[in-house]
């Protein structure tokens, strides 16, 4: 028996109409009734993983939300954040000017208040702002009011549309990769977070700290930057959507997203839900 079930979130746990369908949402709710814990696994900003946790209930189970890639773990019935792993200020502050060499990229960092940027229409920024919750500042330069405001970013996000941004992938992680992990989380994002961060880091300290074994893990994903998470799990599920990266590695592939996938693989492995 499963102990818990890491899940993406957007490709994953939502459909492309970016909901849970109600056959995803009755088998989350059932498993945690049998006691198994739900935790919310995403490249999101924190406050962009309320939505689904108020769908699944997980203030009432004590589900986790594991945002930012992993650089940030907080138990959603206490508010306790668990774990919180924010770039030293001096190297995001570097990494954000050293970004200032490719204007067709858009970084996007935030202080969990709202996102900074020097304009609000660059690419995605406003889609950021719509899934995580978060409201956008104009400022003229984003490494100057990080430095102003004196905070350190979680998670630096550079997007851009894929045929610009892959060609510049090199060149974005160039001179940081002592420092900052990079994952491809989308066609269209790249993020940096704490070397060394990661969900599936994040999950083994949860893991640890709860008396969990991985082989006691199910995770769901459909992206590159849930590489890692199906890899640590005893179970690591590949949506029907999934990267071709993702599908080769993963220890099962269910439906789609679109197609209750994560609710068709559940019943397979919950006897209570059949």
């Given at each position: 028996?499963y102990?818990m079930?890491?899940?993406?979130?957007?490709?994953?746990?939502?459909?492309?109409?970016?909901?849970?369908?109600?056959?995803?949402?009755?088998?989350?709710l059932?498993?945690?009734?049998?006691?198994?814990?739900?935790?919310?696994?995403?490249?999101?900003?924190?406050?962009?993983l309320?939505?689904?946790?108020?769908?699944?209930d997980?203030?009432?189970?004590?589900?986790?939300?594991?945002?930012?890639?992993g650089?940030?773990?907080?138990?959603?019935?206490?508010?306790e954040?668990?774990f919180?792993?924010?770039?030293?200020r001096?190297?995001a502050?570097?990494?954000?000017?050293?970004?200032?060499?490719?204007p067709?990229?858009?970084?996007?960092?935030?202080d969990g208040?709202?996102?900074f940027?020097?304009?609000a229409?660059?690419?995605?920024?406003?889609?950021?702002?719509?899934?995580?919750?978060?409201?956008?500042?104009?400022?003229?330069?984003?490494?100057?009011?990080?430095?102003?405001?004196?905070?350190?970013?979680?998670?630096?996000?550079?997007?851009a549309?894929?045929?610009?941004?892959?060609?510049?992938?090199?060149?974005?992680?160039?001179?940081?990769e002592?420092?900052?992990?990079?994952?491809?989380?989308?066609?269209?994002?790249?993020?940096?977070?704490?070397?060394?961060?990661?969900?599936?880091?994040?999950?083994?300290?949860?893991?640890?700290?709860?008396?969990?074994e991985?082989?006691?893990?199910?995770?769901?994903?459909d992206?590159?930057?849930?590489?890692?998470?199906?890899?640590?799990?005893?179970?690591?599920v590949?949506?029907?959507?999934?990267c071709?990266?993702?599908?080769e590695?993963?220890?099962?592939?269910?439906?789609?997203?679109?197609?209750?996938?994560i609710?068709?693989?559940?019943?397979?492995?919950?006897?209570f839900?059949?």
């Open positions: 028996m102990k079930i890491a899940l993406d979130l957007d490709g994953t746990l939502n459909n492309d109409e970016k909901k849970i369908t109600e056959k995803t949402r009755e088998a989350l059932a498993v945690q009734q049998h006691g198994v814990m739900v935790v919310l696994a995403s490249g999101r900003q924190a406050p962009g309320s939505r689904e946790a108020d769908a699944l997980l203030k009432d189970y004590h589900g986790l939300l594991l945002s930012y890639n650089g940030r773990i907080q138990d959603a019935t206490t508010g954040i668990l919180d792993q924010a770039i030293e001096a190297t502050l570097r990494f954000l000017r050293h970004l200032e060499a490719y067709e990229l858009s970084p996007i960092v935030d208040e709202s996102i940027t020097t304009d229409n660059r690419h995605k920024v406003q889609d950021e702002s719509r899934n995580n919750n978060l409201k956008i500042e104009i400022v003229e330069n984003i490494a100057d009011a990080v430095e102003a405001r004196g905070f350190s970013p979680v998670k630096i996000l550079t997007a549309p894929n045929e610009i941004l892959v060609p510049r992938l090199a060149d974005i992680r160039r001179g940081f002592d420092e900052l992990s990079f994952v491809q989380s989308a066609p269209w994002f790249y993020e940096a977070t704490v070397k060394g961060v990661s969900k599936s880091s994040s999950l083994a300290r949860v893991c640890e700290r709860l008396g969990i991985r082989s006691e893990v199910m995770a769901f994903g992206a590159q930057n849930d590489m890692s998470m199906l890899d640590f799990a005893g179970r690591g590949a949506m029907g959507n999934a071709p990266e993702l599908k590695m993963a220890d099962e592939i269910t439906l789609s997203n679109n197609e209750d996938g609710a068709a693989s559940l019943t397979r492995h919950f006897d839900l059949n």
